[in-house]
């Protein structure tokens, strides 16, 4: 059942005991024990917590607008393989309410905080790692696959640090599918001052299988943006998550 903009919901259940389940962006779920013999009124708080909205560029809330990083610092990783990356001196990124100076760029098409990870789980939110990470196109890529068998394509994966932005971009670049072929070029921006996590998708090739979201570093809170391609993702698709703790007022629908 969904609220009204004030909150306020109401629904039928059969006579006995019942657990109610409320959960709303930007709090903490709560399970409340309800006992239906009559008409039952009650006010239930839920407390705030960090959280995320999700838009696109489909929705029109979003646009597309593709920043080339590969004139950045390049990265060559190994299939399964991390990278660490310190943003510039005094620069800290936000991200489920926690401030990091550093992140770690994966082959796998995951930017984790606090801790490497060369392995990938498709269902957000798990508590199985890896947690604390922005699943920007969460597959089993090889980015070594042009160096073992000559394929032609980059396979490179670049950060460029927007300093009139506030934006780092990491761009990852025709990386393809283990073990080659089908090659991704994608992006994640992160914008320093807002917190807010941009995705954009300029090649498209298998997305069958790929992970779009994130989760925090207990696993057990996420917003799934596309799970074995849920969201059809194409070319010329930008995601938007927005941080918040507790939901603004602008995000109820009438």
Same mark, same amino acid.
């Given at each position: 059942?969904? !609220?009204d903009?004030? #909150?306020a919901?109401?629904?039928?259940? =059969?006579? #006995?005991?019942?657990?109610?389940?409320?959960?709303?962006? #930007?709090?903490?779920? +709560?399970?409340? =024990?309800?006992?239906?013999?009559?008409?039952?009124?009650?006010?239930?708080?839920?407390?705030?917590?960090?959280?995320?909205?999700?838009?696109?560029?489909?929705?029109?809330?979003? %646009?597309?607008?593709?920043?080339?990083?590969? *004139?950045?610092?390049?990265?060559?990783?190994?299939?399964?393989?991390?990278?660490?990356?310190?943003?510039?001196?005094?620069? !800290?990124f936000?991200?489920? @309410?926690?401030?990091?100076?550093?992140?770690?760029?994966?082959?796998? *098409?995951?930017?984790?905080?606090?801790?490497?990870?060369?392995?990938?789980? *498709? %269902?957000?939110?798990?508590? @199985?790692?890896?947690?604390?990470?922005?699943?920007?196109?969460?597959?089993?890529?090889?980015?070594?696959?042009?160096r073992?068998?000559?394929?032609?394509?980059?396979?490179?994966?670049?950060?460029?640090?927007?300093?009139? @932005?506030?934006?780092?971009?990491? $761009?990852?670049?025709?990386?393809?599918?283990?073990?080659?072929?089908?090659?991704?070029?994608f992006e994640?921006?992160?914008?320093?001052?807002?917190?807010q996590?941009?995705?954009?998708? $300029?090649?498209?090739?298998?997305?069958?299988?790929?992970?779009? @979201?994130?989760?925090?570093?207990?696993?057990? +809170?996420?917003? =799934?943006?596309?799970y074995?391609?849920?969201?059809?993702?194409?070319?010329e698709?930008? %995601?938007?998550?927005?941080?918040?703790?507790?939901?603004?007022?602008?995000?109820?629908? $009438?």
């Amino acid at each position: 059942v969904e !609220t009204d903009c004030t #909150g306020a919901f109401s629904l039928t259940l =059969p006579a #006995g005991s019942h657990e109610l389940l409320v959960e709303a962006t #930007g709090y903490e779920s +709560r399970r409340i =024990p309800l006992a239906a013999q009559s008409a039952v009124t009650a006010t239930i708080a839920l407390t705030p917590t960090w959280d995320y909205l999700v838009a696109d560029s489909r929705s029109g809330d979003v %646009v597309f607008q593709w920043i080339d990083a590969t *004139g950045g610092q390049r990265y060559d990783l190994d299939d399964d393989d991390s990278q660490w990356f310190m943003l510039p001196a005094a620069k !800290t990124f936000t991200f489920y @309410g926690r401030d990091f100076s550093d992140l770690y760029l994966t082959s796998n *098409g995951l930017l984790t905080f606090g801790e490497p990870f060369d392995r990938f789980h *498709g %269902v957000i939110p798990y508590e @199985g790692q890896p947690n604390n990470a922005i699943y920007a196109y969460a597959e089993d890529l090889n980015p070594a696959a042009n160096r073992d068998y000559n394929t032609g394509y980059d396979n490179g994966i670049y950060t460029h640090y927007d300093a009139q @932005g506030g934006r780092l971009i990491v $761009q990852y670049n025709e990386v393809e599918h283990w073990s080659r072929g089908n090659p991704e070029t994608f992006e994640a921006i992160l914008h320093l001052a807002t917190g807010q996590i941009t995705l954009q998708y $300029q090649q498209v090739s298998w997305p069958d299988y790929a992970t779009v @979201g994130v989760e925090d570093a207990t696993g057990l +809170r996420g917003i =799934p943006y596309s799970y074995a391609n849920s969201a059809d993702l194409q070319a010329e698709l930008a %995601v938007r998550f927005t941080p918040v703790f507790g939901q603004p007022g602008s995000t109820c629908r $009438q």
